[in-house]
């Protein structure tokens, strides 16, 4: 099962990326937005940027938390509580790999694979941080289908690397 059919998934990033302007500039994240949409009938039910929720929490991340929060449940416990299908919207690719020592965002979206059956990305995470990101493999290797949307890509890494030195 996929999104409707007439489901506008740049609009969906476009959503994403409006989030992603919320989170605050700094050089050591990428500012990130990302959404939680219901296949069935497209309702997003939940939505995050980085660092919106206490902590140094990223976009994906705070979809959770505030989704399992409005269940009544934790993150590792959505599974047990979604039956229905989803797709994430995320602006850059969720990470592998995360140098402050918490659960990277390819793990926490492994963790939900029976209800997250796909995953819609603007743009690939550059390897400023911690190199190349092998993510949409171990993604796929689940059973978790993965798509680029392009069309919103320059603006995406302008918001996401706001506050980052320029390189020359």
Not at 78 to 106: N, V
Not at 143 to 159: A, C, D, K, N
Request: glycine residues 8%; aromatic residues 6%.
């Amino acid at each position: 099962m996929s999104l409707p059919q007439n489901h506008d998934h740049l609009a969906s990033m476009r959503r994403a990326l409006k989030l992603a302007r919320r989170s605050p500039p700094k050089s050591s994240n990428f500012r990130v937005g990302a959404l939680l949409v219901r296949l069935d009938d497209g309702e997003v039910i939940a939505e995050g940027y980085t660092l919106e929720c206490e902590g140094n929490t990223h976009a994906e991340e705070c979809c959770f938390i505030k989704l399992a929060t409005r269940l009544s449940t934790t993150e590792e416990g959505l599974a047990d509580k979604i039956a229905a299908q989803h797709a994430l919207y995320t602006t850059m690719e969720p990470c592998y790999k995360r140098l402050s020592g918490k659960l990277p965002c390819i793990e926490r979206v492994l963790r939900q694979r029976a209800w997250i059956r796909d995953v819609y990305v603007g743009v690939q995470e550059p390897e400023k941080f911690v190199g190349q990101n092998p993510g949409r493999g171990l993604l796929e290797s689940a059973g978790i289908r993965v798509f680029s949307v392009p069309g919103l890509e320059q603006e995406i890494l302008e918001v996401a690397t706001a506050g980052h030195e320029a390189t020359s």
